[in-house]
């Protein structure tokens, strides 16, 4: 079976890093947006253009989206540039292999560029950065609570009777718990992505590789399928990774707002008991 | 046994059992969707993508296994 490999192949390496044919890929795809999008944006003005009315739109709807989780708008507009970065890069590089001639490219007797999302070792660095943000900031803005929810010592300290110290003890055994499924967030985040993309890339592979004669007609379903897969995807991920940092970080946050008096949508506007 | 026949049954028999419930769940978000619809066709344009994004979560599980698959295929 030899549609398409597992394993990215490397070209070539810088140093100790080994550059593959995702990694390529990934850097090709940055800089065309790093040109593109700016030349697309130059004729903004008051009166849109159709392009322009057509990102607005989108924007709006991912606004509310992150209005939604994060509480209120200026916390959404604070997080919406990484997120929306990720949700692009992540929909482009679902579909790159509509892009004529991008399969075909051969360097030696390999290909030179493969979709960066059939790469798990790329959707585990996306999953990746989502965690590491969302920690990060944590840590930031409320260290000590932050370590406080995983090793839960404040019950311990509280415990009266004999079946408070029992239910203390058993929380803090089981915070650590809570660790491991962080890490299940990680994995599920990136296999998701990972396993829909590379599917369509199998499909499509082993279709047009039956016989001649399914070469152009038979495959063209599940090339829309994937086209279709690919949105859905980059979306999924993206809603996702608002919610795993929105869960995080929101208790800090509107703790630290309701000190400084600011009131944001979803919560009371007074501080709330923390045990 | 041959390993390569011990590979195939194992991701055959992944993919099989994997794919049943995936198929199940979604089709139930479908089925209350649809009732929703029924009920009330004015909504149907907030209820489909929301339908949409529901499904893609449920395919999750699926794609899991497709994943085992795959590695028990080409990886080991």
């Keep these: 079976m030899e549609a398409v490999s597992l394993a990215s192949h490397t070209?070539?390496?810088?140093?100790?890093?080994?550059?593959t044919d995702g990694v390529l890929t990934a850097f090709a795809i940055t800089l065309v947006l790093a040109i593109l999008l700016p030349l697309l944006?130059?004729?903004?003005?008051?009166?849109?253009t159709r392009f322009q009315s057509a990102m607005e739109?989108?924007?709006?709807?991912?606004?509310?989206?992150?209005?939604?989780?994060f509480g209120n708008e200026e916390r959404a507009r604070a997080f919406a540039p990484l997120l929306l970065t990720l949700m692009l890069f992540i929909a482009i590089a679902n579909q790159l292999s509509f892009v004529p001639l991008v399969n075909q490219v051969v360097l030696g007797e390999h290909h030179l560029f493969r979709l960066p999302t059939t790469d798990l070792s790329a959707t585990i660095a996306l999953a990746i950065l989502v965690l590491v943000i969302s920690h990060g900031i944590a840590f930031a803005v409320a260290p000590v609570r932050h370590i406080g929810d995983y090793i839960k010592v404040g019950h311990l300290l509280h415990a009266k009777t004999g079946t408070q110290w029992m239910l203390a003890l058993i929380e803090l055994f089981l915070g650590p718990l809570e660790l491991l499924s962080e890490l299940a967030k990680?994995?599920?985040l990136s296999c998701r992505l990972f396993g829909n993309i590379f599917a369509g890339e199998v499909m499509v592979g082993i279709i047009t590789g039956l016989s001649a004669y399914t070469q152009f007609f038979v495959v063209w379903p599940v090339n829309v399928l994937g086209l279709l897969v690919g949105f859905v995807q980059a979306f999924v991920f993206t809603l996702l990774s608002t919610m795993m940092i929105a869960n995080t970080i929101r208790p800090y946050l509107d703790?630290?707002?309701?000190?400084?008096?600011?009131?944001?949508?979803?919560?009371?506007?007074?501080?709330?008991?923390?045990? | 046994m041959d390993p390569l026949v011990a590979k195939m049954f194992a991701a055959a028999i992944v993919m099989g059992v994997g794919s049943i419930g995936p198929a199940l769940a979604e089709g139930m978000v479908a089925a209350k969707a649809m009732e929703a619809i029924g009920r009330n066709p004015a909504v149907s344009d907030k209820l489909v993508p929301n339908m949409i994004v529901a499904m893609a979560i449920c395919e999750t599980c699926g794609i899991f296994?497709?994943?085992?698959?795959?590695?028990?295929?080409?990886?080991?």
Excluded: N, W
Excluded at chain 1, 41 to 48: D, K, L, N, S, Y
Excluded at chain 1, 57 to 69: I, N, P, S
Excluded at chain 1, 255 to 275: C, N
């Design chain 1, 255 to 275: 703790l630290r707002d309701a000190k400084l008096g600011k009131v944001t949508e979803g919560s009371t506007g007074h501080a709330s008991v923390h045990p």
């Design chain 1, 11 to 19: 070209q070539f390496m810088i140093g100790p890093v080994p550059i």
């Design chain 1, 41 to 48: 944006m130059r004729g903004a003005g008051v009166i849109p």
């Design chain 2, 65 to 76: 296994a497709l994943v085992i698959a795959l590695i028990i295929l080409f990886a080991i």
């Design chain 1, 186 to 188: 990680v994995l599920s």
């Design chain 1, 57 to 69: 739109a989108f924007m709006e709807f991912m606004l509310r989206t992150f209005t939604t989780a």
